[in-house]
């Protein structure tokens, strides 16, 4: 018992060695995190290319969501997964997420194809809505956050607009 309450009064007292060490290793951890992203690193584009409903058996309608990723940078982009959102008239719709993703080519694009099925009371309230007025125009919006890997930035998309169903 006498070599464990040695080590760590040790720890504790006399300059805190043991506590600069760590505090030291932990910075060089930090330090090497940020240096494995690319000073170069540009933020990769993202566009919405199409939303097509499925035909599907049950309740809730089912879509498509297409997405088309431009990688600009020199090096190849494997996204790790991604999750996205979708709101019509101001009501989450669609909530889903996304894994086993293309590999974006450096300086390439591809599609992503996202299935997504609307929530059903979120549905209700923007159907309510257009069977109150359906000349009136419903602003939607799309978002979406793609994970390409731990040392680097999380790409966020935010799309806005208005969609008219006359």
Known sequence: M????KLLTTATTGNG????RVFGALFLLVAAGCATVPADF???GVSVVSVTPRLANSIAPEFDIVLRVTNPNRSALAIKGLTY?????????VQGVASDLPKIAAYGEAEVTLGAQADLLGGLNVLSRILADP?????FEFNA????????????????GVVSFR
């Open 17 to 20: 060695i043991l506590a600069r």
């Open 42 to 44: 540009r933020q990769p």
């Open 85 to 93: 959102t979708i709101d019509l008239a101001g009501s989450q719709v």
């Open 2 to 5: 006498e070599p464990c309450n």
């Open 145 to 160: 956050e793609i994970d390409i890997g731990t040392f680097y930035p999380m790409i966020r998309v935010n799309k806005r």
């Open 135 to 139: 000349a009136s125009p419903i602003d």
